[in-house]
């Protein structure tokens, strides 16, 4: 029984294969005629399918065919999808399920034209790249080389400005601990910012080619976020510099002979100011005020914490470029300010660490400071000694 079933497979085996070889000598002898055409797949949820390489060679001769949409060009030019493509280009805004408020580009791929300041006629990601990498980069970083170089030439010609006359040993106040403690915030937080801001815009330049890409990545990450997080401090440190000094910066009739002398720097003489001199006020309201202003604004922008700010792209990019340039301009004013405050002029670092300065010191740089002092408008100490009330009770007993 089991041999008749074997048998009957093997035949049934045999027929199966003869079948299939008539099959295929019969397909290969027929002509090209015989053959029967090859339907196209049958559409599947409403797309009609169609073969990719069926290209209309003569579609484009048709009047209207630049002015087909994608899907009437899908029809002659399976796909060619240049109608869709064109449109991005141009800043046609498509379809998106985001939210406007949250996501006010999310159908958008590529910003219609403009034309920032510097930039040609092209859309707006392409011009912001133009304006920060043939403007901005470029002379940002030759001014800051420029006032680093003039700096250094000067002190190399001039040296420290040293006292002329000897120091008397009794000493003025010049920055109470508090003004000390301002000044120091905001300027530990601009070297933050500065030293970060450099790396990030020109660090490529000067780092990269010395430290390597992996390095240079890993810094720059690190400085990125210094850079985030040190910006609130620099805004609020500003604000409180800005109110504690605003009194002794507002201008007056003695700035105009200061800077018409140019302060005295190149002839030698000092030219008489009060407690600040014109070029110090000049850093104060156009360095701090005036660009710092702009400098925290733009950060805040970029930093995305206004609220209630929609955050475009073009937004962003204004943001950067007026950040980039203000940021660039207050450097190379505070370079000088920096010099002047610490190897530029003898005693000036020490007023600000100790707050204290010789009369001698006061006399010959801040002389109607020093003459408003000696006539009582002023007084010399300012901070009570914190020790003043154990010192008046060890004199009352030894004279008890």
């Not at 990030?200 to 780092?207: E, R």
């Amino acid at each position: 029984m089991i041999h008749s079933l074997m048998q009957r497979v093997f035949t049934t085996v045999l027929a199966l294969g003869l079948f299939g070889a008539a099959s295929h000598v019969a397909a290969q002898n027929a002509t090209p005629a015989a053959a029967a055409p090859v339907a196209a797949p049958e559409s599947v949820g409403g797309v009609k399918s169609a073969n990719i390489f069926s290209v209309a060679p003569d579609a484009n001769t048709d009047p209207k065919y630049a002015d087909q949409t994608n899907g009437e060009r899908s029809k002659v030019q399976p796909g060619n999808n240049a109608p869709m493509w064109r449109q991005v280009g141009a800043g046609v805004t498509g379809y998106s399920s985001l939210p406007l408020s949250q996501a006010p580009e999310a159908g958008n791929l590529i910003q219609p034209f403009v034309q920032y300041p510097g930039s040609r006629l092209t859309n707006a990601g392409e011009a912001w790249r133009q304006v920060r990498n043939q403007w901005i980069i470029p002379y940002g970083g030759a001014l800051l080389l420029i006032v680093v170089g003039a700096i250094a030439l000067f002190y190399w010609r001039k040296g420290t400005m040293a006292l002329h006359g000897q120091e008397t040993g009794r000493q003025i106040e010049r920055f109470t601990p508090f003004e000390r403690s301002a000044h120091w915030s905001n300027a530990i937080a601009f070297c933050a910012l500065a030293i970060s801001g450099v790396v990030m815009a020109f660090g490529k330049f000067f780092l990269l080619p010395i430290i390597g890409t992996s390095l240079f990545g890993w810094l720059t990450f690190v400085l990125k976020n210094v850079h985030n997080f040190a910006g609130p401090l620099f805004a609020v440190s500003l604000v409180i510099v800005l109110i504690t000094f605003v009194r002794d910066n507002l201008p007056s009739a003695d700035d105009i002979q200061w800077l018409l002398h140019g302060g005295g720097l190149f002839s030698g003489k000092e030219v008489p100011s009060h407690r600040f001199n014109a070029g110090e006020k000049v850093v104060f309201w156009g360095g701090v005020f005036f660009l710092g202003g702009i400098v925290v604004a733009s950060g805040f922008v970029l930093d995305k914490l206004i609220p209630g700010l929609i955050y475009e792209r073009s937004t962003m990019q204004m943001a950067h470029m007026i950040h980039g340039v203000a940021t660039v301009l207050m450097m190379a004013m505070f370079i000088g300010h920096i010099y002047m405050g610490t190897i530029g002029m003898q005693g000036a670092y020490k007023a600000m660490r100790e707050g204290y300065v010789d009369e001698t010191w006061a006399k010959e740089h801040h002389q109607l400071w020093y003459d408003d002092i000696q006539a009582g408008k002023i007084p010399a100490q300012r901070t009570a000694p914190a020790s003043a009330g154990v010192s008046s009770a060890s004199a009352a007993s030894v004279q008890a």
